[in-house]
Each structure stands twice: as C-alpha cells, then as structure tokens.
C-alpha cells in the first residue's frame, strides 16, 4: 500500500483496533513526523532510523507506507474492506496454518520461489541494498533502484503471474500469522514477509517471512502493508474450473 493510500484512510479512519491491539492509543503518523508536523515518539524514532543516503522524499505519496507496526496494518486492511495475507506460519495447529497467500500471490500456480520465476537473479527485484557499501542510485534493465524503496511499478519485471508489483523487495509487508501471544499483547511476536531493499538477494523469496518476525508494536523504515481479500462467488467458480 501506498504512502497515498494510507494517508487516505487514515484522515478519515473507522473502526476500531483488534483484539490484540487494544493496547494502541492511536494510529501511526510516519508521514507527520517526517515533516516534523507530528507524530509520536515512535513514529519520530523510525523515521529518524532511515537510512542517511535514502531519498530526500522518502514518503513521496506513490512509495510504499512504512514505519507503521502490525496492528496499524491490521486495521487499515480491515478499513478499505480487505484484511492482511496469511503466510502459513500461524499458531500451530490454528485453522489458517498451512494457508499461505502470501506465496500464492507472489509466485503464481506454479509456487515459484521468485515473482519472475524459479532463480534469484540480481537487477529484477529491488533488494540486496547495504547502507554501509554505499547508497547510490543506478539503473538496470530500465528500472531505478537506489538505497531504499520506490514505487512498486518501478521494477517492471519484478511481477507475479497474476500481475502483483513487488512481492519480492522494496519492502517486507506485515502478514496475518503471530505466534502464540505472551502476556504483554504489543510483545506478540508477528511475521513480515517478502523481503526488502536490505534483504540480500539469496533471501528475498516469495517464501520469505523476514530475517525474524518482531513485536507486533515495531516499527522500522523496512517494513510496511500488503492486504488480502477473499475471493468472490464468481471468482471461487471461475479458478475451480469447469
């Protein structure tokens, strides 16, 4: 989801926080904080963790909402009439366990490990970035990459057979699947998945859920939403076939 999308939905937000979000006293407001107009003392801790050689517009409307934690991704999914992706790495034994949309919506019917196919190429996907070797921007195939994200259409062949931008890269997205919740609900332990601009190469897959999960109250410039909606009566006849 967009920086645009989520700023949207989040001027006029409904509904309210989730079971295991009780603990939020309101929603998250990178985009504020960025401009210094705002925002909480978490939001300001995260957009100042940006990488220094990043984008002198880094929540440009069209780039990817970051800086937000689970439960901010979690109600802006259910908002706009969708809800998060599950991953397959729910609590064991749950009903959603082994559903993993997230995997499906990257690499297609044939569950490839890649949008674009079964091998891990370099110049396709936007990821394999290190702050520490030097951000610069550079061009590859005809799509920009530099040392952050960027509009999903900018990686023209980082597309899944179903025509989803960026599954692999660019950011890592929150997904539905926690792991069995402590006493402390912020502390839950939640999966990201897909891969970012850091992530290097060898392990942004459509089969990633981030180097480790983090507290459902994270937040870093890495992470951000990618929703899920069920299928319609139609479009459940169409892909069983005739």
């Known amino acids: 989801m967009t920086v645009a999308d989520f700023e949207t939905w989040r001027a006029d937000a409904g509904g309210g926080w989730g079971p295991g979000c009780t603990w939020k006293t309101g929603i998250s407001d990178p985009v504020a ?8 003392p978490s939001d300001v801790a995260c957009v100042g963790s ?3 050689d990043e984008s002198t517009t880094p929540f440009n409307p069209e780039n990817p909402i970051r800086c937000v934690d689970w439960c901010d991704a979690e109600r802006f999914c259910e908002g706009v009439g969708e ?10 034994g749950s009903a959603t366990d082994t ?8 690499g297609g019917p044939q569950d490839d490990f890649e949008p674009y196919g079964t091998v891990a ?5 936007n990821v394999g970035w290190s702050e520490d070797a030097g951000c610069v921007v550079n061009t590859n195939g005809g799509a920009v990459f530099g040392c952050g994200p960027l509009p999903s259409t ?6 899944s057979p179903g025509g989803i931008n960026a599954a692999v890269g660019n950011v890592q997205e929150w997904v539905h699947d926690c792991e069995l919740a402590p006493a402390d609900a912020a502390a839950v332990v939640c999966f990201r998945a ?7 190469l060898a392990n942004a897959s459509c089969s990633s859920l981030g180097s480790v999960p983090a507290a459902r109250s994270a937040k870093d410039p ?5 929703c899920c909606a069920d299928l319609t009566p139609e479009e459940q006849t169409k892909a069983a076939g005739p």
């Open 33 to 40: 904080a960025w401009s210094d107009a705002g925002g909480s």
């Open 50 to 52: 940006l990488w220094k």
């Open 83 to 92: 809800r998060l992706c599950m991953a397959g790495a729910g609590t064991p």
């Open 99 to 106: 559903i993993d949309e997230f995997g499906a919506l990257c």
């Open 121 to 125: 190429q370099t110049g396709v996907c």
């Open 154 to 159: 900018t990686y023209p062949g980082c597309v």
């Open 194 to 200: 897909g891969g970012s601009f850091a992530t290097p």
């Open 222 to 226: 890495f992470t951000g939403i990618r």
